[in-house]
C-alpha cells in the first residue's frame, strides 16, 4: 500500500484496509437526480454509475456517442498502473462509462457516478474521446449517502484530437464514511484543448492525482480547482502536466479552504519537454487555514528541460486577513459578516473560471454552506 514515505503520497496516511471491501455483482439503488444536473440547461446527454456498473448511457440527440464500456470495450493505452490502488482498478474493473464525439461535432453529458452499498469497492473507468475539430463538454457528479462506508477508485482517461476541445467539470460531493482515490489521464494531440474544472467539497478522503500531456505543437490545458474541507475530511491533489511539444500552454489556479481537524494536500509539476520550447505555464494554489487544528500543505514544483520558455509558480496559505476584515468593519459589517465576504471573495475568483454558468450559484451556496457551519 502506499506510505506516506512515498513522494507521491507526502503528507497523507491512508489507513486503508482493502480487506474490508468487496465487489458487487448488482449495483444497489441509484439515488434521485442530483441539483448538479439539475440545474444543466436540458439536451444534455446522461450517463448513470451505481457502484461500479453502468445502468443508463442515453444520448441527448447529438452525434455525441455514449454508451456502457462493457458493451463498447477501448483501450487507450496509458502504461502500467503507478502504484497499488492502480493496479486494483486495473485488475478488477469492469464496467464505466464511453464518451465519444466524432470529428466535428459538438455536445454535452452529465456521468452520474455514485457509490450506495456498504462495503463496496466501485471501479468506474471513463473515456472521453473528440476526434477533430470536436467539442465535448462532460459534467462529472460523484456522490454518495452519509454514514455509507464505501471505497471508489475512479479513472478518467481523456483524448483529445487535433484541433479539438474537450471540458470536463467535476463535482466531488462523497459522503462523509466514503473513501476515493481517483486517477485522471488526460493527453492533447496539435492545437487541441482540455479543460478540466474541480470542486471537491466531500469525501472522509478524497484524493485527484491527475497527469495531462500536451504532445502536439499548440496543444493547451486548463485546470481550475476549489475545494473546502472540514470535520476530520482530507483532500488530496497531485497534478502534473507535460509540456511535450513546441507552443504549448498551461494554466493551473486552484483555490482551497479547511477547517476544524481538515487537511489539503496540493501538489502540482509543470515539466518542460526539451520539444517543448516556446511553451507557456503558469500554476497557482491558495489556502484560507480557517481552524488552529486545520492543516494545509502547497507544493509547486517546475522542472524545465527547455531554454526559450515562460513559466511562472505561486503559492499561499494563511487564515483570514486581518487588513480586509478591518476594512469591512469600517463600512458597517460586524466581524462575522466581514468574514464571510472575505470567503465567499476567496471563492469568487476560482469558481467564476468553472466553464458552466447555470452551475455557479449552486456551487458558491456549497462552499458557503461549509463555512456556515464551522463559524456557528
Known sequence: MPIEKDEGWRYVDL????????ITETPGARLPVSEIEAALSGGAGRAVSVDGHTVEAAGGGSRIE????????????????????????????FDGVVVA????????????????????????????????????????????????VSL?????????????????????????????????R????????????????????SRLHLSVDLVGSGAGATINGAYFGDGGQTLDYRYFIRHAALSTTSQMFL???????????????????????????????????????????????????ADDVRCGHGSAVGPL??????YLMSRGLDPERADR??????FEEALVRFPHRSLDLLLREIAMAKYAAVAS
Not at 494531440?189 to 478522503?205: K, M, N, T, V, Y
Open 15 to 22: 489507513e486503508l484496509d482493502l480487506a474490508g471491501f468487496g
Open 66 to 93: 455514449i454508451a456502457a464500456l462493457r458493451d463498447r470495450p477501448i483501450e487507450f493505452g496509458w502504461g502500467g498502473p503507478a502504484d497499488r490502488l492502480d493496479a486494483l482498478h486495473d485488475a478488477f474493473s
Open 341 to 346: 465576504l472575505q470567503v465567499k471573495g476567496f
Open 255 to 305: 483555490k482551497g479552504a479547511v477547517a476544524d481537524e481538515a487537511r489539503s494536500v496540493f501538489s502540482g509539476l509543470i515539466r518542460i519537454e526539451k520539444e517543448g520550447q516556446k511553451s507557456n505555464a503558469h500554476q497557482t494554489n491558495r489556502n484560507l487555514v480557517l481552524s488552529d487544528g486545520a492543516e494545509a500543505h502547497s507544493v509547486p514544483n517546475l522542472e524545465i528541460l
Open 101 to 148: 464525439a466524432p470529428k466535428g461535432a459538438t455536445g454535452t453529458v452529465v456521468v452520474d457516478l455514485q457509490a450506495v452499498t456498504p462495503g463496496v469497492v466501485s471501479l468506474p473507468r471513463i473515456l472521453l474521446s473528440a476526434d477533430e475539430g470536436a467539442a465535448l463538454s462532460v459534467v462529472a457528479v460523484q456522490r454518495s449517502p452519509d454514514g455509507v
Open 152 to 184: 471508489v477508485i475512479p479513472s478518467f482517461e481523456v483524448m483529445a484530437g487535433a484541433s479539438a476541445r474537450i471540458d470536463l467539470t467535476i463535482v466531488q460531493e462523497w459522503g462523509n464514511e466514503t473513501m476515493a482515490v481517483a486517477r485522471h
Open 186 to 205: 488526460m493527453r492533447a494531440d496539435r492545437d487541441a484543448h482540455l479543460g478540466l474544472a474541480e470542486a471537491g467539497f466531500g469525501g472522509a478522503f
Open 321 to 326: 486577513d486581518e487588513e480586509q476584515r478591518y
